[in-house]
Every structure is written in C-alpha cells, then in structure tokens.
C-alpha cells in the first residue's frame, strides 16, 4: 500500500507514518520525497490493519492499495521519472544516454582505442564486458579483473562512466570496485541471489531483459534489486525470442512505451543484440528513442570483422559517428537531446 501525505504534511508527520508503519504493523516502508509531497510505499502482511488506523494519521492525505505486483519499481508509488547519474551525465532526464563500445573487453589498446572513438561522437558511457555469460564453454570467457582495470583506465582517459557485466553475486564487490554502472545480464535477469547482492552493490543497475522474460517478470526483477536497498535501476529491452529467425532476437520496441507507463526508471534499448545485425542497429536505435527510449546500448568496435565477440552486430567508428549525428536529429524532433 501507498501513504499518500498531504503537501502540507511535516517532516514530524512523515516520520511518524514511518514508525508506526515500521513498529505496529511490522511493514518495510520506503519513503519517496517528492517535490511537491511525500509518499510512503509500504509492504508487508499487515497492509489490511494498517490501511484503516492510517488513513486518520495527521499529515495523511489517502492510503491506497499498489494494484502493480511490483510496488517500489511501479509509477503508482513514484509517478515523476527518476533521474540518477551514468558518470558525468544523467539518466531519466530530456537527454537521452548513448552506452557504446565493444561486447568484450580484448586488450587494452583495443579498450582505449574505442572508448576515444565513442567519446568523440558524443557518448555517454563506455561498455564493454570483462565476465562474458557465453553459451559455449570452450568461447572466450572474458579477461576479468584486468579487463576491468582497462575499462577503469578507459573512464580516467575520456571521463566515460563504465558500464561493464557483472554474473555472479560473488562478484559484486569486485565490479563495483571499477564500475559506474553494474550490468545484469539476460541470462541473470532471473537469478535471484545475484539480483539481491545488486542491492547493496552502491552503484546502478542496468538490468537485461531475458530473451523468456514478459515485461512484468522484468519489472519483478527490478523490485528485488530496489528492494535489497538500490533503487538505482535502468531497465533494458535487448530482444526476445521469437519463431522469426530472419533476426538473432525481436526487438520489442512497444515495450519502451509500455514500461514507461508502469515505471518510472529509466528505460535503455539495445538494437545491437536486438538484431544482432550492424545494419539494423541504426533504423532500431531511431525508432527506440522516438518511442521515448532514455538512452541506448551500442556494441561499437574500431574493427568489427576481427572483432573476439558479437563483430556481425557491431557498429565500426565511423558508421557509430554517423548515427550519433542522425539520432540528435531525431532526439530532437521528439524533444529530447543527445
Ligand atoms: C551484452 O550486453 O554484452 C550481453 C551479453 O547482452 P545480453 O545479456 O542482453 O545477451
Ligand atoms: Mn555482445
């Protein structure tokens, strides 16, 4: 259930919603402070007593039931967006957030070369993975922490905030130790243990959608990572599968609409294992940000044939510059910029 406070309401009254809340009814309370009122999103057993004893409380304004299976993640808790920094920039805003660089970290020289080249055309944050989730064992597997310690070089280089995979929960630490923004990969999405040490990871996730997953298993996914203490989430449409194979998945572009109706984090498009086609990554990356996308992530690599991992699907230096100019064109027409 949500407490609802009154514009009006008191700091002293906020806190007293919360205590009761927390003390007589046993119920986790998350407190949104808004700028024009409070709200208190409660959960817990108790919600049914709790309801009626609260709705006289001074300070209250209503006290409604959260329809949505997820209650933090859900805009009926939190209807303005959330904004939260990706590096130097910020996400959830009017600028729309371009993630770029390659689908593994391969070597320094490589790191640094495309992150220069990324940054130059005007994005935002580097990506690249150092643990690789690959179907084949025998692939490469990732180069770990001194792939992580190129990313972290590469961010001291061109001020790009990182946002690079993280697999396991044992790994969190480690991760986050480099990273600005963690990345849960589709494979994870539904891997609970790794989603609840996300939340005390200190620093945003992006959250995958697995290729099984509805949208509403996505924003479930969500909520355990807001509700392990990081309400730092960006959720992230990469494709589904389908019985088409014409494309290595189904970018579902109705859900960057459909998610932002029923949450207020911030919502990123990846055309590039949505497709898994370079030249399609394009006409996808436009569509996503005029369905109102709050940023993008594109596999780029300044030489995509001898690329280690995903070189069909990725972007050289040059065609990324390029697209970079026509999305601002389009980011604009939508009233947004890059
Ligand atoms: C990736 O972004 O590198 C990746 C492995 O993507 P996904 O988890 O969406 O397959
Ligand atoms: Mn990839």
């Not at 009761?20 to 998350?30: Q, S």
């Not at 480690?174 to 589709?186: E, F, K, S």
């Amino acid at each position: 259930m949500i407490v609802v406070m009154k514009p009006s309401a008191t700091r002293q009254q906020i806190d007293h919603v919360i205590e009761r809340v927390e003390k007589e009814f046993e119920m986790r309370t998350h407190p949104i402070y808004g700028t024009t009122r409070t709200v208190v999103a409660c959960i817990g057993e108790k919600r049914d007593m709790a309801r009626e004893a609260l709705a006289g409380a001074p300070g209250v304004e209503s006290v409604v039931p959260i329809l949505a299976p997820y209650k933090m993640a859900s805009r009926e808790v939190k209807p303005e967006k959330s904004q939260f920094p990706l590096g130097q920039a910020t996400l959830g805003g009017k600028r729309v957030g371009v993630i770029a660089g390659p689908c593994t970290v391969e070597s320094r020289e490589q790191t640094l070369e495309i992150a220069a080249e990324v940054k130059k055309a005007g994005a935002v944050a580097l990506r690249g993975g150092a643990f690789k989730p690959r179907t084949n064992p025998y692939s490469f597997q990732g180069l770990e922490e001194e792939g992580l310690k190129y990313l972290a070089e590469a961010r001291e280089m061109t001020g790009l905030a990182v946002v690079t995979e993280v697999m396991s929960e044992n790994h969190v630490d480690l991760v986050a130790r480099y990273a600005d923004v963690l990345q849960v990969g589709a494979r994870n999405m539904q891997n609970f243990l790794l989603l609840k040490a996300c939340g005390a990871a200190g620093k945003p996730i992006l959250l995958k959608r697995n290729f099984a997953a509805s949208l509403d298993e996505l924003m479930l996914a969500a909520e355990y990572i807001i509700s392990s203490g990081n309400d730092h989430v960006i959720v992230c449409e990469r494709g589904i599968r389908t019985f088409e194979d014409f494309t290595r998945n189904t970018l579902s572009l109705a859900a960057v609409p459909a998610l932002q109706g029923v949450t207020h984090l911030p919502v990123v498009v990846d055309p590039s294992h949505g497709t898994g086609r370079a030249d399609l990554v394009g006409p996808m990356a436009k569509a996503a940000i005029a369905a109102g996308a709050d940023g993008l992530l594109i596999e780029v690599h300044t030489d995509p044939e001898r690329a280690w991992v995903d070189g069909s699907q990725s972007l050289d230096a040059k065609q990324f510059a390029m697209l970079m100019d026509e999305l601002r064109r389009v980011a604009e027409a939508v009233g947004r910029s890059i």
